[in-house]
Structure formats: C-alpha cells, structure tokens
T-cell receptor
Framework: DAKTTQPPSMDCAEGRAANLPCNHSTISGNEYVYWYRQIHSQGPQYIIHGLKNNETNEMASLIITEDRKSSTLILPHATLRDTAVYYCIADLGSSNTGKLIFGQGTTLQVKP | GAGVSQSPRYKVTKRGQDVALRCDPISGHVSLYWYRQALGQGPEFLTYFNYEAQQDKSGLPNDRFSAERPEGSISTLTIQRTEQRDSAMYRC???????????????FGPGTRLTVL
C-alpha cells in the first residue's frame, strides 16, 4: 500500500470550506484513495473514495490530481461537528484484502 | 438498523490473564476486520475474515493474539497471557463487500478499551 502524507493539523472557520490535502506520490495505478474521519473517541467513519476521477457525495468532494500523486478532500461548509481526525488512505481495492492502513491523519479544528 | 457492536466496552485485567473480546458485525456483512488503536494514533490492522475464513493475520503482533469467526458472523479476538503493552482500544469493523471489492466501506464498532495492570 502506498504511503500517504498529511499535515498534522488544520483550522477552519465554521461555514467555510475545509480543504484537506494528502500526498501519495508512490501510489500505484490500481490503488484507490479513501478518506475516513474519526470524531473524538468514536470509531472511524467512511467519507469518500476515488481512483482517477473527482468524486462527490453528500458529505464531501474528493479532487484527485491528474498524475494521482495528491488529492484534496473538501468539506464545502464546515460545521463544528466536522471537528475530527481525517485519514487519507491509499488502498488496493479489488487486489487487496481490504485492510486499511491508517497514518497519523490531519486533526481538523472547526472554529466558531 | 443496528451497527457493529463490541463487548465488553471496557476491560481491566491483570498481567498474565487471558482476555476475549467479542465483535458482532452488521447482519449479513461478509468481511470482518480487527484493529488496535493506541492513544493519539490511527488504528492499526490486526486481522481480517472473509466469512469464516481468516484471510490475513499479518497484523497480529505475536502468537499470544488469535482470532476466530467460526460461523461467519460473530468474531472473538483472544489475547493470552496479557502484558501491559497490550493496553489499547481494540476496534472491530465489518463490510458488506468482499475485501476484494473496489468499494469497501468499513463500519466500525465502538471498540473495547483494554487496560492491563
């Protein structure tokens, strides 16, 4: 599985867009980019995933660069409840057992 | 509907004792995963089941750790002769997809907080 690099922490004002970057320069062609988040002491929660194309769902948008070496998770209108640790994971998907390799993640603090 | 449940939620034991941690996955979910999470760290993969078959146990730290899922539903993670370094949050996750699916959303349980004195 490719190693991912994320900033340790970020702040965002409530109501503004939160843009969380992730570098995965060694990602292979068949590895998906997954994002999970973990709020306080709860279990991690799936947000979104993608391979090449940008993706959007009810929670967030995922922008993947054309060379796939980096991606950005966008929370369009951050709320206080979005304060959490966000994990970017490169996963082999159909070629893998599905185990997730979590790094340190980015602690996002949404401020009023 | 019911999510993933784990029991007990908290377990305090003395060094050298055996412990068994239980995971009830979401009904019908094919895949089941065990992770361990130290304070301030991301979850660390331990082992994975596809139905009752243990497909990957590469993350189990040593032979004191074992897991089973005999009927393809409930799973038990057992730690024998516990040591203080085993203290952590143990999390279980399940997925409706086979691990080899490109869409593999994992649903995590609340975890069992294990403290070894």
């Amino acid at each position: 599985d490719a190693k991912t690099t994320q900033p340790p922490s970020m702040d965002c004002a409530e109501g503004r867009a939160a843009n969380l970057p992730c570098n995965h320069s060694t990602i292979s062609g068949n590895e998906y980019v997954y994002w999970y988040r973990q709020i306080h002491s709860q279990g991690p929660q799936y947000i979104i995933h993608g391979l090449k194309n940008n993706e959007t769902n009810e929670m967030a948008s995922l922008i993947i660069t054309e060379d796939r070496k980096s991606s950005t998770l966008i929370l369009p209108h951050a709320t206080l409840r979005d304060t959490a640790v966000y994990y970017c994971i490169a996963d082999l998907g159909s070629s893998n057992t599905g185990k997730l390799i979590f790094g340190q993640g980015t602690t996002l603090q949404v401020k009023p | 509907g019911a999510g993933v449940s784990q029991s007990p939620r908290y377990k305090v034991t003395k060094r050298g004792q055996d412990v068994a941690l239980r995971c009830d996955p979401i009904s019908g979910h094919v895949s089941l995963y065990w992770y361990r999470q130290a304070l301030g760290q991301g979850p660390e993969f331990l082992t994975y089941f596809n139905y009752e078959a243990q497909q990957d146990k590469s993350g189990l730290p040593n032979d004191r750790f074992s897991a089973e899922r005999p009927e393809g539903s409930i799973s038990t993670l057992t730690i024998q002769r516990t040591e203080q370094r085993d203290s952590a949050m143990y999390r279980c996750a399940s997925s409706g997809a086979s691990g080899r699916s490109s869409y593999n959303e994992q649903f995590f349980g609340p975890g069992t907080r294990l403290t070894v004195l």
